[in-house]
Structures are given as structure tokens and as C-alpha cells.
């Protein structure tokens, strides 16, 4: 089988059906922030399909004010660009809304996804310790500790201000 490339994949709004299946299957169906808890029909979404129209990469959005939080960033082969092609779509469509600052959150382990932030921009803005007891709480089977073995304590936030568009986005 040929190689999946990122250029070859295509950006289109996500279906709430897409959003869904990826959070059932990844995020125990719904996202715990700080003071929020997010289901799927409290977001939107961009995906990224192959030339099927399968999901390879999904990047679900919701916006507050001036700001846009990335909800989640999910790709479904890891290391093949999608993660950045996705983030690069989600400032671009944060910008053609108005929008100046994007910001996410994610676990203290997860250092692909703070590689993958810190490579475009975004900076570390707040530690919140202990954050992840709330996340327990709705999420009783999150396991004790993430990637590479790390325990799972704290939520990072990262945020990149001045965002620049100029891709038409779906
Ligand atoms: C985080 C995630 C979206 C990254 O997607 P990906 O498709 O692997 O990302 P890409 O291939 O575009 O980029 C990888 C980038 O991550 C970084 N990276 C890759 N491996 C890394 C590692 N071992 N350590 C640190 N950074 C790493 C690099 O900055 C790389 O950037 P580059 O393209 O400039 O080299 C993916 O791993 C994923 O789906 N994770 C599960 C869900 C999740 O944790 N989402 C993030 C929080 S919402």
C-alpha cells in the first residue's frame, strides 16, 4: 500500500457522527477542562479524510469570545504530518472567524502533543496542578498513568496569540 502523505488528504467539516465515534473511542465520549465539560454537540470540528473519505485526523474547536480552545487533536497514524496540518487548518479557520488567540489544554504525559505545539508557536501559559482528580471524577477508568508511564496529575495550557490566515478553510 502506498504511503499515506499529507498533501494527498483533504480538509472538510466534521459530522457530529465523526466527532462522537473519535471521542467514544479516545476520550471516554466527552472532554473535562478547567471549568467546563465539553460533549460532542457542544463543538465543531475540521477532518482530515483520505481520497475513501476516511478519517485520518480530526481537530474539534469551540470558541469563547476573542479565543478559540482546540477541544481535542486526534490523528489516526501518528508521525505522517496530520497533527500539524490539522493545527495549522485550526488557526486558519480560528483567523478567518476574527479570532486573535488559540489555546488548548492537555495532560502533564503528553509530550508529542506539547512537541507538536511548541514547534508552532504556542506557548506553556499555565501549569493547573492536580486538574486531572476533576477529570476522574468523570472519568473513573482514566488509567493512573499516560505515556511513557508518566503519571497523569496536571492539565498543561498552551496558547499562541496573532494568528495567521489566509487558507480558505471549510
Ligand atoms: C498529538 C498528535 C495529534 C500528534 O499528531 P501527529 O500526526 O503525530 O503529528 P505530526 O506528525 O504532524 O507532527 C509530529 C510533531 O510532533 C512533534 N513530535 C513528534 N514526535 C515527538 C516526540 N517523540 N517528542 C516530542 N515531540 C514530538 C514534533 O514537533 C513533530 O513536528 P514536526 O512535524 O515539526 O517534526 C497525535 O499523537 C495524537 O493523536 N495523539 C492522541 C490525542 C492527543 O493527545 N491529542 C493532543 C491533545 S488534544
Given at each position: 500500500?502506498?504511503?499515506?502523505?499529507?498533501?494527498?488528504?483533504?480538509?472538510?467539516?466534521?459530522?457530529t457522527d465523526?466527532i462522537?465515534?473519535t471521542?467514544?473511542?479516545?476520550?471516554?465520549?466527552?472532554?473535562?477542562?478547567?471549568?467546563?465539560?465539553?460533549?460532542?454537540?457542544?463543538?465543531q470540528g475540521?477532518?482530515?479524510?483520505?481520497?475513501?473519505?476516511e478519517l485520518?485526523?480530526?481537530?474539534?474547536?469551540?470558541v469563547?469570545?476573542?479565543s478559540?480552545?482546540?477541544?481535542?487533536?486526534?490523528?489516526m497514524?501518528?508521525?505522517?504530518?496530520f497533527?500539524?496540518?490539522?493545527?495549522?487548518?485550526?488557526e486558519n479557520?480560528?483567523?478567518?472567524l476574527?479570532?486573535g488567540?488559540?489555546?488548548?489544554?492537555?495532560?502533564?504525559?503528553?509530550?508529542?502533543?506539547?512537541?507538536?505545539?511548541?514547534s508552532?508557536?504556542?506557548?506553556?501559559i499555565?501549569v493547573?496542578?492536580?486538574a486531572?482528580?476533576?477529570v476522574?471524577e468523570?472519568?473513573?477508568?482514566?488509567?493512573?498513568?499516560?505515556y511513557?508511564?508518566?503519571?497523569?496529575?496536571?492539565l498543561w495550557?498552551?496558547?499562541?496569540?496573532?494568528?495567521?490566515?489566509?487558507?480558505?478553510v471549510p
Amino acid at each position: 500500500m502506498a504511503p499515506l502523505r499529507k498533501h494527498d488528504m483533504q480538509l472538510r467539516a466534521a459530522t457530529t457522527d465523526e466527532i462522537t465515534g473519535t471521542w467514544d473511542e479516545r476520550w471516554f465520549g466527552m472532554v473535562v477542562g478547567i471549568n467546563s465539560v465539553y460533549y460532542p454537540s457542544d463543538v465543531q470540528g475540521l477532518a482530515l479524510v483520505d481520497h475513501h473519505d476516511e478519517l485520518v485526523g480530526l481537530v474539534t474547536y469551540h470558541v469563547d469570545g476573542p479565543s478559540g480552545q482546540i477541544v481535542t487533536l486526534d490523528t489516526m497514524v501518528r508521525g505522517r504530518g496530520f497533527g500539524g496540518r490539522l493545527l495549522e487548518a485550526i488557526e486558519n479557520k480560528f483567523h478567518n472567524l476574527g479570532l486573535g488567540r488559540s489555546w488548548a489544554l492537555f495532560t502533564n504525559d503528553n509530550l508529542r502533543a506539547a512537541g507538536l505545539y511548541l514547534s508552532r508557536g504556542y506557548r506553556l501559559i499555565r501549569v493547573h496542578l492536580d486538574a486531572v482528580d476533576k477529570v476522574r471524577e468523570h472519568k473513573p477508568k482514566l488509567p493512573d498513568r499516560g505515556y511513557d508511564g508518566y503519571p497523569l496529575r496536571d492539565l498543561w495550557e498552551f496558547e499562541k496569540m496573532g494568528l495567521l490566515g489566509g487558507l480558505p478553510v471549510p
